[in-house]
């Protein structure tokens, strides 16, 4: 198939980026190839860092997708990142029409307008008057991003918004809708609420998500962000009344109610925009809604709208008008249809099938299309000027010594250009270096989270009032098939509880020496460290007499079993085999008749998915 028949699709949202490939067929099908996801996580106070983690997570999605470097992809920004405004133009002729949108938006978007990269689109409307759809976004914002696909490899082709993406998908999937459809695409830090009625398009977003939920939780337990979101994933759900209620806990039922209340400020934004889409724009009341978004996850928020909106609502699928590959696992996609209607939308440009066509456009690509644009007419030049040196010289052969005197007059001109290019090659040399070091900087932030995730599982799946964990060990050079329960280095030394203050933590490894180059590690003298890996973590508590007696501990390790997105495995690496609670429980003591003992002690070991490396 052709290289202009595949379109590589990304949706960059805040705490979440996909990746597709789609392939387009005989009548302009279109047909998913490749599909991943990687997350980010969307901590208000880690701002700084969000683009570095943006960078890597789309690299790691092009890797696993194979794709080769300088491809081309479309990528979408979420509705927090850029400024949607739709207006009603009064009839005038096609040759004053452009010169009217560029006052509106001069009007309408808060910022100048060579302050911001921004597009239009017309759209359907009921009466004589025209309806345009206005686009901006900041243009250091949009560069920003521009650059984080650069480093990843890729190229950019064409940015969209999220919601025009999502409306592509919608009338692509629903060519004759009835009535007007709301759907709701519920992201980390904004809702984007998104009328569509006939060809008619009207967005806009409220300041509530993911985050929002996230924040609240993390207040009311005095969490941090990361211990919050945690909770909120393994543990919540939208309470839903007395009688939902009397069957959860106290902890959840209480987990529940905050979500619930933090929540009802949704229905109440939905009711005003509805109003001003009637009053402004003679829209009609919605008749059905359709969730989309990450944020539709939480159990019960789709019962929880129905109760407050008395519409309809259901999970919206944009996969049933494409076909999938069987390079795509189905039944994960199907699990996330609803996350995917960015990714059709910009998989229907490609295919030249999408009803609104929106392009913000970063500088750097700017740039390159207006030369892309020059390029014809300066291979026509060349083509001329070849032509007339032919020429001139099959009758002016005798001036062939003015000739060759110009010609080392060209020579001299590249002897001075040559110490401008060997800087260049220096610069150059010296970014790569740089970028080098910027990467590790990335990584490095990236692992600063992993030891408070890694904990917060823990605490997730070990909340059990006849459990509790006493020792958490971190061990290098562990073997998880079968070894004795002794196998694995512990980094640190025992009996760390007793030591004073200035004595070393870490015991005494041999671990491999790494030169570190002093243009590597800016502000420190060239030096060498001793690097290990740690690969696993043993665990010790306790376990009292209950209901499930010692059975409890195993409850536990299978809870943690079905978790897909764990930081521990339970799969040997060189087997390929999985692990067996004997591999993994190394002791579990247990009641002796007469015993007075009140707890008994038990002992596990889990290889980590990801090693942790550290410096000694």
Same mark, same amino acid.
């Given at each position: ?18 990746? =597709? ?59 927090? !990142? ?24 001069? /009007? ?119 211990? =919050? ?23 959840? =039922? ?166 401008? =290019? ?7 040399? !010296? ?35 006849? %459990?509790?964990?006493? /020792? ?12 004795? !329960? ?84 339970? %799969? ?45």
């Amino acid at each position: 198939m052709a290289e202009a028949d595949k379109v590589v699709a990304l949706n960059i949202g805040s705490q979440r980026i996909a990746m =597709a490939l789609f392939e387009t067929g005989k009548g302009k099908s279109l047909r998913m190839t490749g599909y991943e996801t990687a997350s980010i996580l969307a901590d208000p106070a880690a701002e700084m860092v969000r683009l570095s983690q943006v960078q890597l997570a789309i690299r790691e999605l092009s890797e696993k997708l194979k794709l080769s470097k300088h491809t081309k992809v479309r990528y979408t920004l979420s509705g927090q !990142s850029v400024f949607a405004k739709f207006v009603k133009l009064p009839p005038l002729a096609e040759d004053n029409l452009e010169q009217l949108i560029t006052f509106e938006a001069q /009007q309408n978007v808060p910022f100048p307008l060579d302050e911001v990269a921004w597009d239009w689109a017309l759209m359907g409307s009921e009466g004589v008057e025209k309806e345009v759809a206005l686009v901006a976004i900041k243009s250091d914002i949009l560069n920003d991003y521009n650059e984080a696909v650069a480093d990843a490899g890729l190229v950019t082709e064409l940015v969209d918004a999220a919601p025009m993406a999502l409306y592509n998908s919608f009338r692509y999937n629903n060519p004759n809708p009835e009535g007007c459809s709301l759907l709701i695409d519920m992201g980390a830090r904004t809702c984007d609420l998104i009328y569509i009625e006939n060809e008619r398009l009207f967005s806009r977003s409220a300041s509530i998500g993911g985050v929002t939920l996230t924040t609240a939780v993390a207040k009311e337990y005095s969490l941090s962000f990361p211990e =919050a979101e945690a909770l909120k994933t393994s543990k919540g759900m939208v309470a839903m009344g007395g009688a939902h209620l009397e069957q959860l806990d106290d902890e959840t =039922a209480a987990l529940a109610m905050l979500l619930r209340n933090t929540l009802n400020k949704l229905p109440s934004e939905i009711a005003r925009t509805n109003n001003y889409y009637r009053s402004q724009f003679k829209g009609s009341a919605p008749q059905k809604i359709y969730l989309a978004g990450g944020g539709a996850n939480l159990p019960y928020l789709k019962e929880f709208l129905e109760e407050k909106l008395k519409l309809p609502v259901e999970f919206y699928n944009p996969l049933r008008a494409i076909s999938v590959g069987s390079g795509v696992d189905t039944t994960e996609l199907s699990r996330e249809a609803h996350l995917c209607g960015a990714l059709i939308g910009l998989g229907l440009r490609g295919a030249g099938l999408a009803s609104l066509e929106i392009d913000l456009v970063p500088d750097a690509v700017d740039t390159q299309r207006s030369a892309d644009r020059r390029k014809p007419f300066f291979i026509a030049a060349a083509a001329t000027l070849l032509v007339g040196a032919m020429s001139w010289a099959g009758f002016k052969a005798y001036e062939v010594g003015v000739v060759e005197k110009e010609l080392e007059g060209l020579k001299q001109e590249v002897a001075q250009i040559e110490p401008v =290019a060997q800087k260049v090659k220096t610069l150059e040399e !010296s970014l790569k270096k740089l970028s080098a070091v910027g990467d590790q900087y990335a990584h490095a932030q990236k692992g600063r989270i992993q030891w408070i995730e890694m904990l917060s599982e823990l605490r997730s799946h070990f909340a059990h009032d006849a %459990v509790w964990l006493t /020792q958490l060990e971190p061990l290098t050079g562990y073997e998880a098939a079968g070894g004795e !329960s002794k196998s694995g280095q512990p980094v640190l030394i025992e009996g760390i509880d007793s030591l004073t203050y200035g004595d070393a933590l870490e015991a005494d490894i041999k671990a491999p020496q790494v030169e570190v180059p002093k243009n590597q590690r800016p502000g420190i003298q060239e030096s060498k460290m001793n690097t290990l890996e740690i690969n696993a973590v043993r665990i010790r508590g306790l376990w009292r007499q209950n209901p499930s007696k010692a059975n409890a501990v195993y409850e536990l390790i299978e809870n943690m079993r079905k978790d897909e997105g764990s930081h521990f495995s339970f %799969v040997n690496e060189e087997t390929q085999k999985g692990l067996g609670n004997d591999d993994i429980l190394k002791s579990l003591a247990s009641p002796k008749s007469g015993s007075s003992q009140l707890a008994w002690p038990f002992e596990l070991v889990l290889p980590l998915k990801k090693n942790v490396k550290c410096v000694k």
